[in-house]
C-alpha cells in the first residue's frame, strides 16, 4: 500500500515560483516510479513530470520543459516539483502518483495505481 500527501499549491503571479512536495509512504522503493500530473477544468490529466527512484532518470511534458524540476529527498521519502517562470495555463489540480508497475511509458497516467488528493495552483497574469 502506497500513501500519497501533497502540500504546497497557492496562488501565484505569472513569472513566478512555486514548489510542491509529496510526501510517500513507501515499503519498497526499487521499482518505484513517482510522477506529477495536472488537470484543469474541461482537460483530461496531462503528465507533467517523473522520477524513477532507481536511477533518478526523470522525464517532462513538453509544455513544462526547461521550467519544471522534479527531485527527490531520500531522507524524508519526499518527491519535490520545483515550478519556475509560470504561466496562467500552468494553472490546475496537480497530482503526485506512485507506480510499481514496469512497462509503462511514465507519462501514461495508467501505470500509476496511487494517486494523492491534489492541490491546487492558480497562476494569475
Known amino acids: 500500500q502506497v500513501q500519497l500527501v501533497e502540500s504546497g499549491g497557492g496562488l501565484v503571479q505569472a513569472g513566478g515560483s512555486l514548489r510542491l512536495s509529496c510526501a510517500a509512504s513507501?515499503?519498497?522503493?526499487?521499482?518505484?516510479?513517482m510522477g506529477w500530473f495536472r488537470q484543469s477544468p474541461g482537460k483530461e490529466r496531462e503528465f507533467v513530470a517523473s522520477?524513477?527512484?532507481?536511477?533518478?532518470?526523470?522525464h517532462y511534458g513538453d509544455s513544462v520543459k526547461g521550467r519544471f524540476t522534479i527531485s527527490r529527498d531520500n531522507t524524508k521519502n519526499t518527491v519535490h516539483l520545483e515550478m519556475n517562470s509560470l504561466k496562467p495555463e500552468d494553472s490546475a489540480v496537480y497530482y503526485c502518483?506512485?507506480?510499481?508497475?514496469?512497462?509503462?511509458?511514465?507519462?501514461?497516467?495508467?501505470?500509476?495505481?496511487?494517486w494523492g488528493q491534489g492541490t491546487q495552483v492558480t497562476v494569475s497574469s
Open positions: 502518483a506512485a507506480s510499481q508497475q514496469s512497462g509503462w511509458s511514465p507519462a501514461d497516467r495508467r501505470g500509476y495505481g496511487y
Open positions: 513507501v515499503r519498497t522503493w526499487n521499482n518505484i516510479v
Open positions: 522520477l524513477r527512484w532507481s536511477d533518478d532518470s526523470t
